[in-house]
């Protein structure tokens, strides 16, 4: 995964913010998580969080910058793999 496919994902996911889906402002904090080399403590999936922001807001689909930033990642790797 490139820094140049994971902006083109960021990108992709504004338009979702602005239709409403999650805040724009976590989706940018989850850019920076993302851009991060080191092991997060949490345990993250794109369904699941272990953070505590996460468990604040546990009736909410995707809230923490965690699971935005692993979107954003699946996002990126998946359009590496279709070649684009």
């Known amino acids: 995964m490139s820094r140049r496919d994971l902006f083109r994902a ?3 996911m504004r338009g979702m913010a602005r239709q409403g889906y999650f805040e724009a402002g976590r989706l940018n904090r ?3 998580v993302a851009q991060r080399k080191e092991n997060r403590p949490y345990h993250t999936t794109v369904e699941d969080c272990d953070c505590m922001d996460k468990e604040c807001r546990r009736f909410m689909p995707v809230t923490c ?3 935005l930033a692993e979107m ?3 996002m ?3 359009q590496v793999n279709k070649g684009e």
């Open 10 to 12: 960021f990108n992709a």
């Open 30 to 32: 989850a850019l920076g």
């Open 65 to 67: 910058k965690h699971q």
């Open 72 to 74: 954003l990642k699946e």
């Open 76 to 78: 990126a790797t998946s």
